[in-house]
């Protein structure tokens, strides 16, 4: 029998290549979004699909699903810093009210429910690389503080719908992920670098460019996140890609991918701006016989052709 899954923020960057998966997985999808960050566009070539209803829907609000539902992918939310800058309350909104009514949905229907909590979690951390047993070092009145402690506070309430309730949970942390349908504006490193790349204007590096982070490729995390939802594992999960770099070589290797000649210029470091950034994913590969295989060289071609394809529009 063809199973339903709900996913919500389906129309985001993550949500909609979750889409596709288990459209070909022959799943049936009911997609959800309020479209505040997502973008129709992202699934568009989704609208004629038998195995797909869009449903615009804020989950903030009471909202009900007609049919039976067998999963839930709870995908909502803003996830970059110049979003949940400029709409804090909605932010924090999506990560309790929203996360919520997404588990009284599960409740039921007796679903399996997998949230996408966030590397976030770990605040501007003081262990490197981080696993699954650090609990952080977030600032909760920062400029960051609103979806970290969004982020937290999801994993705290899923878990005790899970304690309590003993609705069947997966908790995704997921690191830094990058691929196409990427936002242009979004604000974070690799579009606003690709993009200034493209256009062969000054590439804006933050700081002294030492920071690091590891960049995950779409499809890799999204194998990740079947084969997390598959298991029965109920606590929390590193996805991500271990391989790390500053974002300085970061830059450069996208200058010279790019074949442009940008030069690169600093500005300073937004404030809690984590330093390191690299996941442990010994849990992953342990209990999921899960790892990336996509080299960032690949990732990132495959991503600048897309930006290729869109830049014309921006």
Request: hydrophobic share 35%; aromatic share 10%; with cysteine.
């Amino acid at each position: 029998m063809t199973k339903t899954i709900l996913i919500s923020g389906a129309s985001g960057f993550l949500g909609s290549h979750l889409c596709d998966f288990f459209i070909s997985k022959n799943y049936k999808v009911i997609g959800v979004d309020n479209l505040i960050t997502g973008s129709l566009n992202n699934i568009s070539h989704l609208k004629n699909n038998s195995n797909f209803q869009f449903l615009e829907i804020d989950i903030t609000e009471n909202f009900k699903i007609k049919n039976k539902i067998d999963y839930i992918l709870h995908f909502a939310s803003p996830a970059s810093p110049i979003d949940y800058l400029k709409i804090p309350l909605e932010t924090m909104r999506v990560g309790s009210i929203g996360t919520e009514n997404v588990l009284k949905i599960a409740l039921e229907n007796k679903a399996i429910i997998l949230i996408a909590s966030t590397s976030e979690v770990y605040g501007d951390p003081l262990e490197h690389p981080q696993n699954e047993e650090y609990y952080g070092n977030v600032n909760p009145i920062g400029p960051r503080g609103v979806y970290d402690e969004a982020k937290r506070f999801q994993e705290a309430l899923t878990t005790a719908y899970h304690t309590f309730h003993g609705l069947d949970i997966r908790i995704a942390r997921i690191f830094n992920t990058y691929g196409p349908r990427m936002r242009v504006n979004d604000g974070r490193a690799l579009p606003a670098f690709m993009c200034q790349a493209l256009k062969n204007n000054s590439i804006t590096v933050f700081g002294d460019g030492n920071q690091s982070r590891s960049f995950c490729y779409v499809d890799d995390l999204v194998h990740g996140i079947y084969k997390l939802l598959k298991s029965d594992y109920t606590k929390p999960v590193n996805l991500g890609n271990p391989d790390e770099i500053t974002i300085l070589d970061f830059a450069k290797e996208i200058i010279t991918l790019s074949g442009g000649s940008s030069e690169i210029i600093y500005q300073t470091l937004p404030i809690n701006d984590p330093l390191k950034r690299r996941p442990d994913i010994s849990l992953a590969k342990k209990i999921l016989d899960w790892k990336p295989v996509v080299s960032r060289k690949e990732g990132l071609e495959r991503t600048l052709k897309y930006f290729k394809s869109i830049i014309k529009e921006y």
